[in-house]
């Protein structure tokens, strides 16, 4: 009989336990946005870096921070790993959602990404930022015109590579990060969210007028750096 839990004990079980997983997430958001706000930053310069799962984002932004004055790579994945690590209901709720292969709430990704941007603008003064791995999704997007619609989008650039390819690149990176999401069956997870749900923001930006840089980063590391460095001179 739908609905009648009483009947089985799993179902009632698995219920109970979205319940709270439910609830968990809509105090942390609630207790995100009571939250005393964070130092204000001067309007930034940003650079959104797309692509797959393993398309080589993280090297060429590590690349352009190192050889590019003034920039500073911010991973929205490192940083909420970093909150994972930070231990507590929140790291533990993001924990799950990175080893599921699927996305974490909005809110918490663009608070943490505001915070790095704060954290390096503090030390350095910095004002421009490559943010890799964001946004993912329409929601993404939206999170971040709530917050930070103030700060200038200069580009994106949009990592393309054969999935073959991709698979390969981070079966072979697990091995040596011990990464709980570089396994083939949270690889393809990942591969289906790309495809469902960061797709379609790459038609959103085009839509919106941004420029949209295409980098085929199927070849060598410093071929792809090459094709990605004239687009900041």
């Known amino acids: 009989m739908p609905g009648d839990y009483t009947r089985c004990p799993f179902s009632y079980g698995m219920f109970i336990g979205t319940a709270s997983v439910v609830t968990l997430l809509k105090r942390r958001q609630k207790e995100l946005a009571q939250q005393p706000s964070l130092p204000s930053l001067p309007i930034c310069e940003v650079v959104f870096v797309l692509g797959g799962p393993g398309a080589g984002k993280g090297t060429q932004c590590q690349l352009l921070e190192e050889r590019l004055t003034g920039w500073v790579h911010l991973s929205a994945g490192d940083l909420l790993r970093a909150e994972r690590k930070a231990g507590g209901e929140l790291g533990d709720l993001i924990n799950a959602k990175i080893a599921a292969g699927e996305l974490v709430p909005s809110s918490i990704t ?60 981070l079966l072979e990176r697990g091995k040596e990060s011990g990464r709980s999401d570089d396994n083939i069956e949270v690889i393809q997870k990942r591969f289906k969210t790309h495809k469902e749900s960061c797709l379609p923001i790459i038609q959103y930006f085009k839509d919106q007028g ?11 590391v410093e071929q792809v750096f090459s094709s990605v460095v004239t687009l900041f001179q």
């Open 210 to 220: 941004t420029t949209v840089h295409k980098i085929d980063s199927a070849k060598g």
């Open 110 to 169: 663009v608070k943490c990404l505001e915070r790095g941007m704060i954290a390096a603008f503090e030390k350095d003064k910095t004002t421009k930022f490559l943010i890799d791995g964001f946004p993912r999704s329409h929601e993404n997007m939206q999170a971040w015109d709530d917050a930070m619609n103030d700060h200038t989008i200069k580009f994106v650039l949009d990592f393309e590579c054969p999935e073959e390819v991709l698979v390969g690149r």
